[in-house]
């Protein structure tokens, strides 16, 4: 999804030049990199909200259940 969002972005902020010089320039890696960066980003973050939700919500470490309930 986020690749072919920074495709479109990258296909319509382009000057319209030829592929291979698209390819030769930064703009075309920092594009692909950013869009990795961006999807492991947001993996990592649905994990550790999952990861402290449980923590949260465990026996354990719940002084929220402990003094309000």
Same mark, same amino acid.
């Given at each position: 999804?986020? #690749?072919?969002? =920074? /495709? @479109? #972005? $990258?296909?319509?902020? $382009?000057? /319209?030049?030829?592929? *291979?010089?698209?390819?030769? &320039? !930064?703009?075309? =890696?920092? +594009? #692909?990199?950013? &869009?990795? !960066?961006? /999807?492991? $980003? %947001?993996?990592? $973050?649905?994990?550790?909200?999952? *990861? @402290?939700?449980? %923590?949260?919500? &465990?026996?354990? =470490? &719940?002084? =929220? +259940?402990?003094? !309000? /309930?």
């Amino acid at each position: 999804m986020f #690749i072919k969002l =920074y /495709k @479109l #972005i $990258a296909y319509y902020k $382009a000057p /319209k030049i030829n592929f *291979l010089i698209l390819t030769k &320039s !930064y703009f075309f =890696y920092f +594009h #692909i990199v950013l &869009s990795f !960066y961006l /999807k492991f $980003a %947001i993996k990592k $973050a649905q994990y550790n909200i999952e *990861l @402290l939700k449980n %923590i949260y919500l &465990s026996n354990e =470490y &719940s002084w =929220y +259940h402990k003094e !309000y /309930k």
